[in-house]
């Protein structure tokens, strides 16, 4: 049997390819909201960004979240943004923990 092929995507912060499960979205809504989207099932326009909160930041300082949504962000969206990454962290960070466990 083949084995699956795993999607890659790119932090759009460091640049990093990376399996896109251990990658965060962020999704820009056909409506036009900006939100973490876990499931990355969401429709709409979606960024990557590696798990770790210094990414989320730099992508912010270079506009690189801007540019990937194709749309001006407020300072107000990066402020509930980095709250909800800052929650989601943890919880992403130890799903991929476990999903390393499954691996072995």
Do not use: H, N, W
């Not at 919880?91 to 072995?104: H, M």
Request: aromatic share 4%; glycine share 6%.
């Amino acid at each position: 049997m083949k084995p699956r092929k795993i999607p890659l995507r790119k932090c759009i912060a460091c640049q990093e390819m990376m399996p896109k499960k251990e990658l965060i979205r962020i999704v820009r809504t056909p409506s036009g909201d900006i939100q973490i989207d876990l499931t990355g099932k969401k429709p709409g326009r979606g960024a990557y960004l590696c798990g770790k909160v210094s990414c989320f930041r730099l992508a912010q300082k270079s506009k690189a979240l801007e540019r990937a949504l194709k749309q001006p962000v407020a300072p107000e969206i990066y402020e509930q943004l980095e709250r909800d990454f800052i929650g989601v962290q943890d919880e992403f960070l130890a799903r991929g923990e476990q999903s390393d466990d499954d691996e072995e």
